[in-house]
């Protein structure tokens, strides 16, 4: 058998040997050999028995009075306000159970409420909250919240499911976690069955309904104002511009500068606005035929050349500017810019223009 050392300020501790040592940051074992003196962690006592964990309460069960009236401010706000909710249970040996509303911000995901409320003669022993219209389940918010508060905790949602709702209670000691048993809650009818499909629907917690008891509390009592008035929810609202957002403003045409590209532009759709504008089909011009309409006269819009359907008229040469191509300056004739350069990629046999014609010449 090894021995135990409890590491305290007033132990004296082994000189040498091979010994475990219970220490602040858990368990370790001293080795001590001819060759290696060390302390190392260790995870468990392989020389002792398993210890299973466990929690039993000795308190007598919350009586079916305190927990319908819990029940029924939980759904008060609920129906008021669609969030959830939060109190404090309390117990005295001579009084039994009671449980008191503190000053709380509720939301539809969470509650955020003062623990230091407590009465004469009882001691504070564990908290109870809802989820509004969701299931019952301890999230990793209420986990956290709890981590440090030895203690009953329940949970209690689906209530809009009147008079079925969801439940889940715990003992929390020291950040552990165990189950307790429905017992120790009167008021509530064992849960019912739950259809796979409708379990699947319900989220992450287990979705088990219970039933509350017909009592006489729920029946002739009313939610009294005082614990609704704890109840603070906060306003959510798009935050508004401290002065009126003052217009853009608008430049007068006739001072302010036109660069030549926009009067070109603003000719351009003037042109292509014209109601007397003939278009002709494209393959006309490829095959080097005139377009049907070509017999209209020139006062109704006639066009002149294949090349001048593709475009509407602009103004005349002497008044446009000279567009540098990169193979020759051609000005930007009412043919339209893409036509002419066509022409000199691409042109016709017979073109005098044409650099076969040249050669031949």
Not at 4 to 23: L, R
Not at 281 to 309: C, N
Request: hydrophobic share 35%; proline share 9%.
């Amino acid at each position: 058998m090894i021995d135990v050392h409890v590491k305290h300020p007033n132990a004296t501790e082994p000189s040498k040997g091979t010994y475990y040592i219970v220490a602040r940051n858990g368990l370790h074992m001293r080795m001590d050999t001819d060759w290696v003196d060390a302390v190392i962690p260790m995870k468990e006592l392989q020389a002792l028995e398993y210890e299973k964990p466990r929690a039993k309460i000795l308190l007598p069960p919350i009586n079916a009075e305190v927990f319908l009236q819990i029940y029924g401010f939980f759904r008060s706000v609920y129906l008021a306000h669609q969030t959830e909710a939060a109190v404090l249970l309390h117990h005295s040996r001579e009084h039994g159970w009671a449980f008191t509303v503190p000053r709380q911000r509720v939301s539809r995901a969470q509650v955020r409420y003062e623990m230091t409320q407590r009465l004469d003669g009882y001691r504070c022993v564990g908290t109870m909250h809802s989820h509004g219209d969701l299931q019952a389940g301890h999230s990793n918010t209420d986990i956290h919240d709890e981590a440090s508060f030895d203690g009953i905790h329940v949970t209690l949602g689906s209530l809009n499911e009147h008079p079925h709702l969801s439940m889940e209670a715990e003992i929390v000691l020291r950040g552990h976690r165990f189950p307790l048993p429905v017992e120790q809650l009167e008021g509530v009818i064992a849960p019912v069955q739950v259809p796979a499909k409708e379990t699947f629907l319900k989220g992450m917690f287990r979705s088990r309904l219970y039933t509350v008891a017909e009592n006489e509390v729920l029946k002739n009592w009313t939610v009294p104002q005082e614990w609704m008035n704890q109840v603070q929810v906060p306003v959510q609202y798009w935050p508004r511009p401290i002065k009126p957002i003052e217009p853009l403003p608008v430049s007068d045409p006739s001072t302010t500068p036109v660069s030549e590209e926009v009067l070109l532009l603003e000719n351009k759709l003037q042109q292509w606005k014209s109601p007397d504008l003939v278009y002709a089909d494209v393959s006309s011009e490829i095959e080097g035929t005139l377009h049907p309409h070509q017999d209209i006269p020139p006062e109704k819009g006639a066009i002149e050349s294949p090349a001048q359907t593709l475009s509407p008229s602009k103004p005349p040469v002497e008044n446009t500017p000279v567009v540098n191509t990169g193979f020759e300056k051609t000005p930007t004739t009412s043919e339209g810019f893409f036509t002419s350069l066509w022409r000199q990629l691409f042109p016709k046999p017979g073109n005098p223009e044409s650099k076969e014609c040249e050669e031949k010449k």
